[in-house]
């Protein structure tokens, strides 16, 4: 008996080295990969943490400022979701300005943006958005052979108003037709991708040119334009090549609302997709809501190829006119989830907008110190985070691993978070972590995470210079813990010929690290 105690003792002694030996295993592992040759004149920040506890597993530089690229939507998702609910619709009304006698509208329709960023274009027959894990708003990059349409109609929310003006007994209008988009102040975005920010966007405000190869080579490709409509002008000469030829697809802006196509696909190819951001998103709707009655069996004799004759109302107006239509779009939730799941520029840059609305504001000013303030709420350390947008482009934006950690853990703490948490990109399942790690990894489908990626041209080495790779998110280890982590890397050149994908597979490669060695 006398030996327990000290049996005990020596237990007692050796406990902690397990869980000890298990982290410095771990740092060894990470470490192994951010210290490799070409990360030489990179910078690091990685934070792990227990969501449950907080206890830090692993940290580097976790208080150092990062260029946090699209992770940033993890900050703007957040806070429009807090202001407007999950549950939230936008509707987009059209009201009627002149009395209608015999099916004639003598005077305007004019439809009222209020901030619905797809206006029924991406919305499918169950009430939810529709995306593509490689996007058409990438289509332009160097990886946009992958790039595809949803199966969705991009005029749906338009129709919809077409029919609804019908069914109200406007059969002739005599006036005008109008767009009010005066919701918010005009902005630019913070992101690649078309960046003009307003409220009224149909087809995330771009035109998909669709390229489908001939029957055989030789024969011309097919292009044909996504929303037809002939407000748009464009010039197709695409041939089609031998079987496994890399396609050249090159897209010309003519001048306003005119567009040259010039290249070739090979055949066999599937159909391929570039995207021309449109110039002046008020207009491009007003012509396609047009297109749209007319089509309905409205007649308009307003030309959608003319500016607009008739004058806005004021605002205050709106009470004293009838609504004719209005579209409801599906709950926030959904466009939250496409936001994150394709990392959707436009939109996101869209979201502080939106949050200056909701608070009674109209500038992006506004609706970043309004986000700013949502931050302290949480308890975040909002003087360590800098942000000059919503997208993540934008050269203010900085932030640090800890404090993209706190503000995960704290909204975990919030009623809304699982919908937060199912908007994520799954590893290896879906969105921008599609296809970051093989089928057969292991910590496929645990890692709920937000990428990001900041490329630019370094033209005089002729490669790119990887300004920031990111991710950020949550994970369910292989032995059941829970863990929130936020990993960044910058300033990673990049040989000629290797793009980012390298560095996503790599934080793929570190998640399973962390997936099947933390303690």
């Known amino acids: ?46 934070l792990v943490v227990d969501a449950k506890t907080g206890s830090p597993l692993y940290e ?36 009627r300005r002149g009395e209608v006698k015999d099916g004639l509208l003598r005077g305007d329709l004019i439809l009222v943006a209020q901030g619905d960023l797809t206006l029924g274009g991406r919305t499918t027959k169950d009430g939810r958005m529709a995306f593509k894990d490689h996007d058409h708003i990438y289509a332009n990059f160097p990886s946009g052979s992958e790039s595809e349409v949803t199966d969705t109609d991009p005029l749906a929310g ?9 069914e109200a007994g406007v059969k002739r209008v005599r006036g005008d037709v109008l767009i009010d988009d005066r919701l918010f102040a005009k902005a630019r975005g913070s992101g690649s991708g078309p960046d003009m920010v307003t409220p009224i966007v149909v087809n995330d405000n771009v035109i998909d040119v669709l390229v489908t190869p001939g029957a055989k080579a030789g ?55 570039r995207i021309a951001p449109v ?45 004719v239509a209005v579209h409801q779009a599906p709950p926030f939730s959904e466009l939250v989830k496409v936001t994150l799941k394709v990392s959707h520029n436009l939109y996101a840059s869209t979201l502080p907008l939106l949050v ?31 942000f000059g947008g919503g997208a993540g482009g934008a050269i203010a934006d900085s932030v640090t691993p800890r404090a993209t950690v706190q503000l995960l853990q704290a909204l975990r703490k919030r009623p809304y978070w699982d919908v937060y948490k199912d908007s994520l990109p799954v590893l290896g399942v879906d969105g921008t972590l599609e296809g970051v790690v093989p089928a057969t990894s292991p910590a496929r489908g645990k890692v709920y995470a937000k990428t ?68």
């Open 452 to 519: 990001g990626t900041l490329t630019y041209d370094d033209l005089m080495n002729g490669r790119s210079l990887l300004r920031s790779k990111a991710l950020a998110g949550v994970m369910t280890t292989a032995s059941g813990r829970e863990l929130v982590l936020a990993i960044f890397v910058n300033d990673v050149p990049l040989p000629p010929g290797v793009t980012s994908s390298r560095e996503g597979k790599v934080l793929g490669k570190l998640c399973e690290i962390i997936y099947e060695h933390a303690p």
């Open 356 to 386: 200056a609305v909701k608070n009674g504001r109209r500038t992006l000013p506004e609706g970043m110190r309004l986000q700013g303030k949502f931050f302290a709420d949480l308890g975040l350390p909002v003087k360590t985070i800098s």
């Open 60 to 95: 580097h530089n976790a208080d150092r400022l990062v260029m946090p690229a699209s992770v940033t939507k993890l900050y703007s998702c957040a806070t429009a979701l807090a202001a407007y609910g999950p549950d939230f619709r936008f509707e987009t009304p059209v009201y």
């Open 219 to 273: 024969e011309p490709a097919t292009v044909r334009l996504r929303p037809e409509t002939a407000s748009v002008r464009l010039d197709a000469q695409v041939t089609t090549a031998a079987e496994g030829v890399s396609p050249t697809l090159t897209l010309h802006y003519d001048g306003p609302d005119s567009y040259s196509v010039r290249g070739r696909i090979a055949a066999e190819s599937k159909t391929l997709v």
């Open 1 to 46: 008996m006398r030996n327990v105690p000290r049996l005990l003792g020596c237990l007692a002694l050796l406990l902690p080295i397990a869980p000890t030996r298990a982290a410095d295993d771990l740092a060894a592992r990470i470490e192994a990969v951010t210290n490799g040759a070409d990360y030489k004149q990179a910078r690091w920040g990685v």
């Open 158 to 166: 338009l129709k919809d108003l077409a029919r609804q003006v019908k």
């Open 279 to 323: 110039d002046n998103p008020a207009a491009f709707a007003r012509a396609l809501f047009i297109e749209a009655l007319r089509r309905e069996g409205v007649e308009v004799t307003a030309s959608p190829h003319a500016a607009p004759q008739g004058e806005l109302p004021e605002k205050e107006s709106y009470a004293r006119l009838t609504r």
